[in-house]
T-cell receptor
């Protein structure tokens, strides 16, 4: 079955450490996205990528980095520069066309800084 | 001004009530529109796409008003299981191809 897979689901990090969240899709989607969600709040865009080897900053990119070396993979690194990294992180993908595009989400990753 | 705005609610309604949510967007380049439902601690799930002519799926009706730049979601005969957060999503079809989410509207349906 086609879908989008995020891992790990739960992650604990010590302050000062970098951590990388994985996002893989086998839907042949061009566009991929990373969002952050804080308790009681909506989704905020961190980074997005339209094609391989290209990505753009979203609204809250500071303290994060991404890569898009393969179409199916869009890992997110939460660096030690991110001041408040504890949050729910969602990866999404969709087709870059005009015909009934549907957004697919991963199940999310809960990151807690201890 | 936020690119996509929603009333955060919560909307607290009795079972069987009809409830409507609005979502406004600021970028006229927005081309695709969706309503997603998100349950606590879960990823959002597609409820319905929103088409220019309006569309209905069972108890749910979505409408788009391009002139006023808003979309709406109407839920009839509310069920307890409708309690969730409803996210409005717009998709810019310009070169950026951004997906922009509203902050969500909470719905609580009480017995």
């Amino acid at each position: 079955d086609g879908g989008i897979t995020q891992s790990p689901k739960y992650l604990f990090r010590k302050e000062g450490q970098n951590v990388t969240l994985s996002c893989e899709q086998n839907l042949n989607h061009d566009a991929m996205y990373w969002y952050r969600q804080d308790p009681g709040q909506g989704l905020r865009l961190i980074y997005y990528s339209q094609i391989v080897n290209d990505f753009q900053k979203g609204d809250i990119a500071e303290g994060y980095s991404v890569s898009r070396e393969k179409k199916e993979s869009f890992p997110l690194t939460v660096t030690s520069a991110q001041k408040n990294p504890t949050a729910f992180y969602l990866c999404a993908s969709c087709t870059r066309d005009t015909s009934g595009n549907t957004i697919y989400f991963g199940e999310g990753s809960w990151l807690t800084v201890v | 001004r936020k690119e996509v705005e929603q009333d955060p609610g919560p909307f607290n309604v009795p079972e069987g009530a009809t409830v409507a949510f609005n979502c406004t967007y600021s970028n006229s380049a927005s081309q695709s529109f969706f309503w997603y439902r998100q349950d606590c601690r879960k990823e959002p799930k597609l409820l319905m796409s929103v088409y220019s002519s309006g569309n209905e799926d069972g108890r749910f009706t979505a409408q788009l008003n391009r002139a006023s730049q808003y979309i709406s979601l109407l839920i009839r005969d509310s069920k307890l299981s409708d309690s969730a957060t409803y996210l409005c999503v717009v998709n810019l079809m310009d070169s950026s191809y951004k997906l922009i989410f509203g902050s969500g509207t909470r719905l609580l349906v009480r017995p």
